[in-house]
């Protein structure tokens, strides 16, 4: 049977957007599978997935490249990426142009946290203003004096220019955008969510701090940029009009991750959630030392930090929430079309049991002895 997909444009799409979708969710399930085995073939097998979907995604941006996707799509597109690169600690299964355009988010992201640092010290520092829960004087006060103590330390070799792409700080911008739309789905985090976020900012500070030490220079993520996650009013500044309007909303719902609710439906509060205050604070409570302490202190310190938050017990719990996420995200807005007819229905469409038998039968679908779909072209017809 010849593929006359090319023949109608929009058949074609449809059918390279089924295969796309199907190839993620698949690349996505057998990386968690792999992270639970405790043998290489599910790793094998994974990479194997992997390379599956990114050469389909190449395949389809260059047949349709106009084509814009959905939410949805890029939203699984996310979570596999961030997957992939907080537990590989690189992009060793992802191709060239990916990684590429992965590098240029986290530059981006980086030059995104700098602004947010210096909006949040002018808007505390601004006469007159009207403290919120997250920016009261002492707060601050302490706040400033604890990344001031690891900052006159810096090192003064040479400039240190990371790629920020694999490591946790380049990471933290993929895990908050995740929460963001899962919040507009799930309704807003809670404290349990919090604390893996401000773990999330603690590990990527103590993996900062300890790249500078070890190489002797500087340049890298500070401290200060590390935690500078929270709610800032940020609406009259302009300085991110040169980003897309998608990156645009994307921050607005980041924001909102970390706004207080008004007990009023009508009234939008300009202030941080006491939760995430409170939470955020206490885990960068844990660099505090004294200004001038010397750098073995500084090196005990982070030795002791590690012990006490185990980058392993860390990583399994971020995998953990990860897949929970996956998961209430397809129940939410349903598997791909080839996944439920590998599950022998299509309830999206309201096709299941004898219904499905015959549609399988119609479209010349059939599973073999190894249970895998094929084509019983005997029983296909135009």
Known sequence: MADTRC??????????LMILEYTLYQATKARLEALQAE?????????RQILIFETVLRLFNTAHSKYIKTKELLFNIKILELLVLVTAGSAEDLTESHVRDLKKEASENRTRRQRWAKLRRAQVQQPGAVPTPSQ?????IIECQIYGSWDSQEPQGGVLHDDLMGTLFGLLPRFMEISAEMASIAGEPNAGWARIASE????????????????????????EECFAWGFINDDDDRSNNDI?????????????LFRRES???????????????????QYLSEFSISDDASANSQDWRLERLTAKYPPADFQDTLVDYIESVWENHNEAFGLPILVEIEQGHIKSLNIEEKDFDEFMSKVGLRKNSSNVLTFNFTGYKL
């Open 7 to 16: 023949v109608d444009s929009g058949l074609q799409l449809d059918v390279d």
């Open 39 to 47: 043998t290489g073939h599910q790793k094998t097998d994974s990479t």
């Open 136 to 140: 009261n004087s002492l707060t601050h």
């Open 200 to 223: 999330f900012m603690l590990q990527a500070s103590l993996e900062c701090l300890r790249s500078k030490m070890l190489t002797g220079t500087s340049g890298g993520p500070s401290l």
């Open 244 to 256: 897309s309007q998608r990156q645009q909303d994307l921050e607005i719902a980041i924001k909102e």
């Open 263 to 281: 007990e009023y439906a009508d009234e939008i509060l300009q202030e941080e959630k006491p939760m995430w205050t409170d939470i955020r604070h």
